[in-house]
């Protein structure tokens, strides 16, 4: 079975600090892995993914994530935090290649950068 | 590109009746998908389809029902909705695992 965990509910951080969202998964197979965020009466959009390859995965608005097979994790990042950053952000994560695109997310984090 | 659009953008059901929720995508992609929004519980997958005249349900799928008869359409349809319907419904098409997806339709069942 696949699962997607995002322990904080809540991320508030001061504008131009680095910020992290955590996420962490559980699949039988290989993951891919992605980050979506959500602006407020929007649809979500696609920031990043890993398939293969480099651990370090950089995406759309400086975003980036590290994936970390060990600790199955996909935590994201940003070097420094913007206000218009705030939004909801989304993990989520397919099981293998062979499998059909279904996605399944994390409850998604509520990020909030503080002027 | 329209990408991945949703009609309508709200709507407001009493229970018992049906309705159906449109979703179009004119950029050829096979596999589509409907998910519902809830607070606190991330995105759940309905429905799916890997291609025309081919679907598939996924996490939740008791109380809707979906066609794909065309590449760009993808219809969920409620039959008789209920107040535990309630909720923000998006459609998303997917490309080289990347999914895309609709502004979303937010219902609310009385």
């Known amino acids: 079975a696949q699962s997607v965990a995002q322990p904080e509910d809540q991320v508030n951080v001061a504008e131009g600090n680095p910020l992290t969202v955590k996420c962490t998964y559980s699949?039988?197979?290989?993951?891919?892995l992605f980050w979506y965020v959500q602006y407020p009466n929007r649809g979500l959009q696609f920031l990043l993914k890993?398939?293969?390859?480099?651990?370090l995965v950089k995406g759309s608005y400086g975003f980036e994530a590290e994936f970390n097979k060990s600790q199955t994790s996909f935590h994201l990042k940003k070097p420094s935090a913007l206000v218009s950053d705030s939004a909801l952000y989304f993990c989520?994560?397919?099981?293998?290649?062979?499998?059909?695109?279904?996605?399944?997310f994390g409850t998604g984090t509520r990020l909030t950068v503080i002027p | 590109n329209a990408g991945v659009t949703q009609t309508p953008k709200f709507q407001v059901l009493k229970t018992g009746q049906s309705m159906t929720l449109q979703c179009a995508q004119d950029?050829?992609?096979?596999?589509m998908s409907w998910y519902r929004q809830d607070p606190g519980m991330g995105l759940r997958l309905i429905h799916y389809s890997v291609g025309a005249g081919i679907t598939d349900q996924g996490e939740v799928p008791n109380g809707y029902n979906v066609s794909r008869s065309t590449t760009e359409d993808f219809p969920l349809r409620l039959l008789s909705a209920a107040p535990s319907q309630t909720s923000v419904y998006f459609c998303?098409?997917?490309?080289?695992?990347?999914?895309?997806f609709g502004p979303g339709t937010r219902l609310t069942v009385l």
């Open positions: 699949v039988s197979g290989n993951p891919y």
């Open positions: 950029m050829n992609h096979e596999y």
């Open positions: 989520a994560v397919r099981d293998s290649p062979t499998g059909a695109n279904n996605l399944f």
């Open positions: 890993y398939i293969t390859g480099d651990n």
């Open positions: 998303a098409s997917t490309h080289r695992n990347e999914q895309f």
